[in-house]
């Protein structure tokens, strides 16, 4: 028996064994925390066969440390301080970096209390495998433990706390190893402390104790050329000044320190928000905040700040007579940097610094002085950063910024790396493999951006492949959206069922051992079909009508029952929670389910039983709701028609059997349901869709580009699917009023439509009622032009444009008033019908079987703020889905162009045309829109031309006399795709062919 | 307390040995003769300052005596529109019911808020406020709370009261906060029109130029913070017990019943020599002639003038004891 002892431990020890601090809570008030330490003798070194400290280590230290640095032929093991952690971690994580490591206690609390993300991929390595980092609590024994001197600050203890743990770790060292007699005396590793702080440094080395930058370390590396790219922009500086670094002057105003800007913020007289930049315009952004009803604008570079895309920012307002109107100019940041040199950009007093700031202020003045107030925004300058939002991203390296191609040069070069996103400035990178990154598709992260730098300083991650290569492409745009794409792991797909493809629905009876018919409807014998696009795999809904002897008709929508194979809270169910949505690319899905889920057991096949979630009701002829039920379900799917087969079958009058029929039934009814749906206000609106043409399924080379074809079953289907959510949605706010998961689509501020109105008034004369979704509905159905059918579906696009995006809430979290859906126009919305690839479906499935007593709620869905953040990942990953398929359509159409060049070139025709709509104007150029391809595009003019900013018009000179141009106008442009001769960019260039060819301009 | 009860036999018997030549008391202590103090600071680790005082405590069973535990805790106040600036000072007095195992807890409720009555009204006098209650001006400060509770009696629990809450007060830290606040840049205002406006008034009439902070941070999480200012200004206590025309101290239960008035002087020493009163009391029936009383608050002075630098000095004692000699018992176990 162990005998345990408690010693009550006197008070007098207090100051050893007792850490206390104090913490403000989030409501001012102030707390004294207490931490009782206890010391103790037997916190194990963790080195390998160590005779002192305990032997049952899982993965030891090697005994000798790693003996491959050049430094230290003896061995060493490498004891990184706080710093190393928050500034290289890049460096620490990558596979070519494996030191032993000894992880200190002090370092990992001081990384938790610095930054959290940090901490978690700090965590995260000590758990790798490949790395050997052992972590020692310096803090809890005796001879490494140390108590705060008088008037000492935090960090100075604890680099004293991370000294004396490597002397300590010195000590026992060859303490542990007592010469042998008549054995040769091996040399000691020694424990080297790794640290940026040279006045740190110098005292290590005056208490005896080795010591390294991050630099030097690694430059004695034998992966050294790799690593050094990895070092973090921060780490350089210290040790070698480069040459101009004293002399530099600031480029940008310095950052208010963050309680500051929290105390501005709470009183008012600052405004935070995110910023977004303008894609047309890089030396403009804005950000909008709840103060005002138009975003603050930012105008040029000092007053934007260093932010960069997504960064949560403080902005303090000018007053009201310096505010000022966007600029209407494209404003191209590769034009006007052109000629930056990345090696000393950022030095204001050299020539280029200078030129460039001339051609920015020329840009800055040139616009907005001529500008009505009312177009006036309330404008500011960035004054701090709350949080950075930085990311990998997805770049070029810039040919230019290179100083040599030679792929045999090893030496460090400053290049430039331009990001595929053009919302992000360039970021200034130094690597030695520059010649070998050009041409490919490289990730780099933004480490820090000086008030001295034009250019925020990265790093370079990993290279993604060969530009244009679609393995590259694909994978930069998942990562450029943030697409958690990798395969799923194995508790994952543990939580499949054990029998995988080979589960079947159970017979009826005893032998269904785990119950999965109790409480389900049998509808094999409803005549029951899907109607989906051609290729769908995951069919996730079904449908069913037939006449009632009463006359009135019963209408099925059968949904599959993804929540009996997902369970909540297991780890599919984590995944597929931080997943979201199933991102659908042009040539790729990536799943929110194991496809075994979402294309066979989940998937309503044809023929086979499956589980389904069904909503039934019955409805008059003319399509009035007489009753609604939901049941859970097994049916047995008759056929899988795609959207053209059921039409096809619709419309012939020699079929008669009882599947066409109840086609036709539910398309009678869905043209009620559709006609009641338009009358209560909702709107017709139209997105630019457009269908990519692939040659072959292995190839995937697109050869053509056509617009999506709208049929009568997409609208059947679409009636009920809305019809189906509708219903659950009252169904499950009726039953957890405080928890149920529905959608909504806020009304727009009319203010966002002013422009839209403003152009159609002065171009066509036109009136747009935004009152309401009715009005606007109507308005927009009288919006045509007779010579040009196409005219309406571009207004609808642009109204579409100045509405907000649905959302995912919880119904206990915002005011009933604001449940409404504006686009459908329907008071209460939720989404239930494809709970294979929206995870939003799924809680909705489970809060409907809960409400149906089928199953109890599971104690997540009770509680608002879970449902919340679940709601707020799934509405970000929906975004972002929507974002990557539109950006994959965008890949592809110029391919797909190219294609068609060359194509028109063999043949000998001069090259791609097509009709297309202005649908904005700028002084320098027109933005158009493409509507056979879907695609926007910028014609730019290098001249200067005749802008008129209130009428929308723009004159430009042609081959006889001017034109003028305005918005809406057809236009004939000459498409093009070149490749960005800087960056590799492959980039749609439209040039005007009539009324002007533009090419000269 | 005048509650216990004794018989007049017992009484009486007190009473003479009191007025006997030499003087003769059940301890064998003469007449201004304190039993054992023991003090101890900073028994409290989450309180922001702390002490343990026990008067008469037998130092072998730990048994006996009055016992005393003082305790301030700060708090953050929102200063209302009205409420004074610069911090507040609340005292609380509780009596544990097993101190008084013979009272009522009607009669409890009675004793406490008589012992909170006087505590307060002395501490938070105006004359003794620490000048570093404040967080931000006009906005938030500290308020100080400071709860003293008694867990035996074994008489003069003024005398011990006034000692805890010194010896409490005296081991607060304030913890440092730093006020944050924006200050629009002058080059906005100034730069925006051609109105020649005096700009850097440092008028006292200037109102405008009130400061915006409206939050604070804590600077050093891991400091204590600073004592409190003036400490050394916080008041001791003396009682002298009035038997005829003696008076005794540190009366024990018994001797406190058995004479009929006590005398409470509270002072404050800004200086070691000159003392401020700062409150006095009377308790019990007897009438006092003034030039009697002029005598006992000379004959007090003295008395709490011993207390005052006797007391300082354990305090001091402890201070040292809790930093310094830990820190170097620590660095020598290594």
Not at chain 1, 545 to 550: D, Q, T, V, Y
Not at chain 1, 675 to 703: C, F, Q
Not at chain 2, 268 to 276: G, H, L, M
Request: proline letters at 5%; a negative charge.
């Amino acid at each position: 028996m162990v005998e345990i002892t408690i010693r009550k431990r006197p008070r007098t020890e207090a100051v050893i064994t007792q850490r206390k601090f104090f913490k403000k809570t989030a409501r001012g008030k102030v707390v004294k925390v207490l931490r009782e330490r206890y010391l103790r003798d037997d916190v194990a070194c963790g080195i390998q066969g160590c005779r002192e400290c305990s032997t049952e280590i899982p993965e030891p230290l090697p005994f000798s440390g790693s003996s491959e640095h050049q430094l230290y032929p003896n061995g060493h093991y490498l004891l990184p301080d706080t710093n190393v952690f928050l500034a290289q971690m890049d460096l620490i994580e990558s596979s070519l970096f494996t030191p032993p490591i000894i992880l200190l206690q002090t370092v990992i609390e001081e990384v938790r209390h610095r930054s959290l993300p940090l901490y978690n991929r700090l965590k995260a390595l000590t758990k790798s495998e490949d790395k050997s980092i052992w972590i020692f609590y310096n803090e809890y024994r005796s001879e490494t433990a140390i108590v705060r001197e008088e008037n000492e600050i935090p960090n100075d203890r604890n680099d004293r706390g991370i000294r004396v743990a490597t002397a300590w770790y010195n000590t026992h060292i060859s303490l542990t190893r007592p010469p042998i007699r008549g054995q040769k005396q091996t040399p000691h590793p020694t424990v080297v402390l790794m640290t940026e702080d040279a006045a740190n440094r110098e005292k290590a080395e005056k208490s005896g104790v080795t010591s390294s930058s991050v630099r030097k370390y690694v430059e004695g590396m034998k992966d050294a050329n790799l690593l050094l790219d990895l070092l973090a922009a921060d780490g350089s500086q210290e040790i070698e000044p480069t040459k101009a670094a004293s002399g530099r002057q600031a480029l940008y105003p310095d950052y208010l320190p963050i309680s500051t800007l929290l105390a501005g913020v709470k009183a008012g007289e600052l405004h935070q928000g995110h910023f977004n930049a303008n894609q047309y315009n890089y030396l403009e952004g804005s950000v909008p905040v709840p103060a005002f009803d138009k975003p603050i604008l930012l105008v040029g570079r000092e007053n934007m700040n260093r932010a960069v895309q997504g960064d949560i920012v403080v902005v303090e307002v000018f007053p009201e007579k310096e505010w000022k109107a966007p600029a209407d100019e494209v404003v191209d940041q590769e034009a006007t940097l052109k000629n930056d040199d990345a090696e000393d950009s950022g030095e204001e007093g050299d020539e280029n610094g200078e030129e460039v700031s001339v051609k920015e202020s020329r840009v800055l003045s040139g616009s907005s002085s001529q500008k009505p107030p009312s177009e006036r925004q309330p404008t500011g300058r960035v004054v701090g950063v709350v949080k950075r939002n930085w990311r990998a991203y997805v770049c070029h390296i810039d040919n230019t910024s290179l100083t040599s191609t030679l792929t045999t040069s090893l030496s460090t070069q400053t290049v430039f790396a331009t990001p595929v996103s053009r919302l992000l400035p360039r970021i200034r990178l130094r690597t030695r493999q520059a010649p070998i990154l050009l041409n490919q598709k490289i990730l780099v992260t933004i480490d820090r951006w000086d008030a001295t730098s034009r250019y925020p300083e990265g790093h370079f991650v990993r290279a993604l492949g060969r530009v244009e290569s679609k393995e590259a492409e694909q994978e930069s745009l998942l990562l450029e959206f943030e697409v958690p794409y990798r395969p799923f792991g194995k508790a994952i797909l543990d939580c499949l069922p054990p029998e995988g493809d080979q589960w079947v629905v159970p017979p009826k009876g005893e032998f269904d051992v785990q119950n999965i018919w109790r409480e389900r409807e049998d509808l094999r014998d409803v005549i029951v079909c899907s109607i989906d696009p051609p290729g769908c795999q995951d069919i996730d809904d079904a449908l069913h009508a037939k006449l009632l002897p009463n006359g009135n008709i019963e209408a099925g929508v059968h949904i599959a029952d993804v929540s009996h194979f997902v369970l909540p809270d297991n780890p599919m169910d984590s995944e597929a929670a931080a997943r979201g949505t199933t991102v659908y690319l042009v040539d790729n899905r990536i799943d929110m389910l194991p496809s075994l889920l979402g294309t066979n057991l989940c998937s309503l096949r044809p023929f086979v039983e499956r589980l389904a979630f069904s909503s039934i009701w019955e409805l008059t002829p003319d399509a009035e709701i007489v009753s609604v039920r939901f049941t859970k379900s097994v049916i047995k799917s008759k056929a899988a028609f795609t959207y053209e087969e059921a039409q096809i079958r619709k419309d012939d009058p020699n079929l008669q059997d009882d599947l066409t029929n109840s086609i036709r039934l539910l398309n009678s009814l869905a043209i009620k349901l559709k006609a009641k749906r338009m009358a209560a206000g909702a709107l017709n609106l139209a997105s630019p869709e457009v269908k990519i043409h692939l040659d072959s399924a292995e190839s995937s080379d697109p050869i053509d580009v056509e617009q999506k074809e709208l049929r009568e079953t997409n609208s059947l289907v679409e009636e009920f699917m809305l019809l189906a959510n509708i219903s659950v949605a009252k169904k499950i706010e009726e039953s957890f009023p405080q928890t149920a998961v529905l959608r909504r689509h806020l009304p727009p501020p009319k203010t966002n439509f002013e422009k839209l109105q403003d152009i159609l008034r002065k171009t066509k004369g036109l009136s747009l009622d935004v009152s309401s979704s009715g009005a606007l509905a109507a308005s927009l159905d009288i919006c045509v032009d007779a010579n040009e059918p196409a005219f309406n579906t571009l207004v609808r696009i642009m109204a579409t444009r100045c509405m907000l995006s649905a959302e995912y809430f919880s119904s206990g979290s915002v005011a009933k008033n604001t449940f409404g859906h504006y686009g459908l126009a329907s008071k209460i919305y939720t989404h239930f019908t494809s709970p294979i690839r929206r995870y939003a479906d799924v809680l909705v499935h489970r809060q409907l079987s809960a409400a149906i007593g089928f199953t109890p709620l599971h104690a997540t869905l009770h509680s608002k703020s879970h449902v919340e953040r679940v709601l707020d990942v799934v509405n970000r990953r929906h975004r972002m889905a929507q974002m990557a398929g539109r950006a994959s359509v965008e890949f592809y159409v110029g391919l797909a162009l190219k294609a068609r060049g060359e194509q028109a070139k063999v043949r000998g025709e001069a090259d791609v045309k097509e009709e297309a709509f202005v649908i904005r104007t700028f002084r320098n150029g027109v933005g158009v829109f493409v509507s056979k391809l879907g695609i926007e595009g910028l014609v730019t003019f290098k001249r200067d031309t005749q802008f008129d900013a209130e009428n929308y018009t723009i004159t430009v000179p042609g081959a006889k006399k001017d034109v003028k141009i305005s918005v809406f106008d057809k236009v004939i442009v000459r498409i093009e795709v070149e490749k960005d001769k800087n960056t590799q960019r492959g980039k749609v260039k439209m040039t005007l062919v009539e009324p002007v060819d533009s090419s000269a301009l | 307390m005048a509650s216990t009860s004794i018989s007049k036999a017992e009484k009486s018997y007190i009473q003479a040995g009191l007025l006997a030549n030499p003087p003769r008391r059940a301890d064998g202590r003469s007449l201004h003769d304190f039993r054992v103090i023991s003090l101890e600071t900073g028994f409290a680790p989450l309180s922001n300052g702390s002490a343990h005082l026990s008067i008469g405590r037998n130092p072998h069973n730990g048994s006996g005596g009055t016992d005393i535990m003082a305790s301030v805790k700060l708090e953050v106040e929102s200063i209302e529109e009205d409420a004074s600036d610069g911090g507040r000072i609340v005292c609380n007095v509780s009596c544990s019911p097993s101190a008084y195992p013979h009272l009522t807890s009607g009669a409890l409720d009675d004793l406490q808020y008589d012992l909170t009555t006087v505590l307060h009204q002395t501490l938070s006098h105006p004359s003794l406020h620490p000048k570093n209650l404040s967080i931000i001006p006009r906005k938030k400060s500290w308020l100080l709370n400071l709860d003293l509770l008694v867990t035996a009696d074994a008489g003069n629990i003024y005398d011990a009261l006034f000692m805890a809450a010194r010896a409490a007060l005296w081991d607060t830290k304030v913890p440092r906060t730093r006020s944050v606040e924006y200050k629009s840049p002058k080059s906005l205002s100034s730069a925006s029109g051609d109105m020649d406006v005096d700009q850097d008034t440092t008028s006292g009439f200037d109102t405008r130029k009130v400061a915006h902070a409206t939050d604070f941070e804590l600077p050093d999480y891991w400091d204590e913070g600073e004592i409190l200012e003036g400490r050394e200004r916080w008041p001791v206590a003396i009682t002298l017990n009035l038997v005829k025309t003696i008076h005794f101290l540190d009366a024990t239960l018994q001797e406190e019943a058995s004479c009929a008035s006590r005398l409470l002087v509270v002072h404050s020493y800004e200086s070691p020599t000159s003392p401020t009163v700062q409150s006095m009391r009377m308790l019990g029936s007897e009438e006092l002639s003034i030039l009697h009383l002029k005598n006992l608050i000379k004959e007090a002075e003295s008395h709490t003038n011993t207390m005052f630098s006797s007391l300082t000095a354990k305090l001091e004692d402890e201070d040292f004891r809790r930093n310094q000699k830990a820190r170097e018992r620590f660095g020598k176990r290594r």
